[in-house]
């Protein structure tokens, strides 16, 4: 069963970097080869928010709050995804989120534990 595996959360100042990491443990390279991958975040009191996705063919997308500052990419042979974050700052405080969302090809939404993403100022 495909279940989604964050890692790399932490805490660091303002104006720092992290690298996210989710992996598709249980997913077939068929599986995660076809489909779109994405990460959100959610900050308390707040609803969860798109920051990037990626499709099979490498399209990506990032929200404005993030462009030019993160960066996603994927490796499908190892079913994993990355969220490269830069310049951080105190708005990007929250818990971020690894999906896999439903498609033609994808029956449900898988959605990762999260991961405590703090940056102080």
């Known amino acids: 069963q495909v279940q989604l595996v964050e890692s790399g959360g932490g805490l660091v100042q303002a104006g720092g970097s992290l690298r996210l990491s989710c992996t598709a443990s249980?997913?077939?390279?068929?599986?995660?080869?076809?489909?779109?991958m994405g990460w959100y975040r959610q900050a308390p009191g707040k609803q969860r928010e798109l920051v990037a996705t990626?499709?099979?063919?490498?399209?990506?997308n990032y929200a404005d709050s993030v462009k030019g500052r993160f960066t996603i990419s994927r490796d499908n042979a190892k079913r994993t995804i990355y969220l490269q974050m830069n310049t951080l700052t105190p708005e990007d405080t929250a818990v971020y989120y690894c999906?896999?969302?439903?498609?033609?090809?994808?029956?449900?939404?898988?959605w990762g534990q999260g991961t405590q993403v703090t940056v102080s100022s």
């Open positions: 249980g997913a077939s390279y068929l599986f995660f080869s076809i489909n779109a």
């Open positions: 999906t896999a969302p439903r498609s033609r090809t994808n029956a449900r939404d898988y």
């Open positions: 990626i499709t099979p063919d490498g399209s990506i």
